[in-house]
């Protein structure tokens, strides 16, 4: 579909958010789901470039991406001006299961980029009817992308810089370790962000009654299980599947991290 850009913030130093309008309404989006983006109309760069789709209007009529500055393709998409037009397909993938009822609580996790499926996820006509603690995590404040919003959206909400700028200092995981000690007891914790932050929150309920669901961010071709591109593997069985297809999001004690 071809989309045309409303909007285009810098966010923090090296991040953009993108609102684009697609020409036909969105299907229906769950928090986790990614689209595919042909960042200009030439063939170079010639792979889609895969984003997680942060916030949507309920109509379909636009959504947001967070897109991180680290190459070429992220580098011309974070160049794009109001009026620009860019080819989307998607949304592709498996976005995060539904979240415990209203007795549970549900922990969100997110470092960097890794936001970006949280924006839907707790915008106020699809938030959670449990009860959320949101933990965020960044190097310093200037980094806590999306705070207000996520902030808005959950019941407690918890920062971590890694200079201590804002929040707790230290890491993000540090933070849903003490929580855990205080004695809180989430049904389901849902990640994303780097795969060091997603094996450390592993570590960090294992032995636990917790449901771990992580968003994996593996390079992509096709983005539909075409190319194999994006095999990661299984835990359970001596074979790999393929993440756009399968995923982004797993139940972690079914996958190696
Ligand atoms: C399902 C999914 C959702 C994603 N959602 C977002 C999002 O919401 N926001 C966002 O900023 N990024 C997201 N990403 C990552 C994003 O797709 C890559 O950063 C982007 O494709 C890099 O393109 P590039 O041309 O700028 O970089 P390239 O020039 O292709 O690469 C630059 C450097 O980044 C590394 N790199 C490339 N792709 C990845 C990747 N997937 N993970 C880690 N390192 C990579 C390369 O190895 C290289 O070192 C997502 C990825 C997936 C698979
Ligand atoms: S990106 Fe091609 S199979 Fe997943």
Redesign the pocket.
């Known amino acids: 579909m071809n989309c045309k850009v409303l909007e285009n913030r810098t966010i923090a130093r090296g991040?953009n958010h993108l609102s684009l309008a697609p020409d036909k309404p969105l299907g229906p989006i769950i928090p986790g789901q990614?689209v595919m983006i042909r960042?200009r109309e030439s063939m170079d760069?010639l792979?889609r470039?895969?984003?997680?789709v942060?916030g949507f209007k309920p109509d379909g009529s636009s959504f947001g991406?967070?897109?991180?500055?680290?190459?070429?393709?992220?580098?011309?998409?974070a160049s794009l001006a109001a009026g620009d037009r860019v080819d989307v397909i998607g949304p592709f993938?498996a976005g995060f299961p539904e979240p415990p009822g209203a007795a549970g609580e549900l922990w969100i996790v997110a470092g960097?980029?890794?936001v970006?499926?949280f924006v839907g996820m707790l915008q106020p006509a699809t938030r959670p009817v449990c009860r959320t603690r949101v933990f965020l995590g960044a190097r310093n404040s200037g980094f806590l992308l999306c705070a207000d919003h996520l902030s808005d959206g959950a019941d407690v909400f918890l920062t971590a810089t890694e200079d201590g700028s804002a929040g707790v200092k230290g890491v993000v995981t540090d933070l849903v370790e003490r929580e855990l000690a205080n004695g809180y007891a989430p049904a389901m914790i849902f990640a994303c962000g780097p795969a060091p932050m997603m094996r450390a929150l592993e570590k960090s309920v294992s032995g636990r009654d917790v449901r771990l669901c992580v968003?994996?961010?593996?390079?992509?071709a096709c983005g539909f299980g075409a190319c194999l591109g994006?095999v990661t593997k299984l835990k359970t069985e001596q074979r790999y599947v393929a993440?756009?297809r399968k995923?982004?999001v797993f139940d972690a004690s079914t996958i190696q991290i």
């Open positions: 991040f990614f960042v760069p792979l470039r895969p984003m997680s942060a991406l967070v897109i991180q500055r680290i190459g070429r393709g992220t580098e011309i998409l993938g960097g980029s890794g970006a499926p968003s994996l961010e593996n390079r992509m994006c993440v756009c995923g982004p």
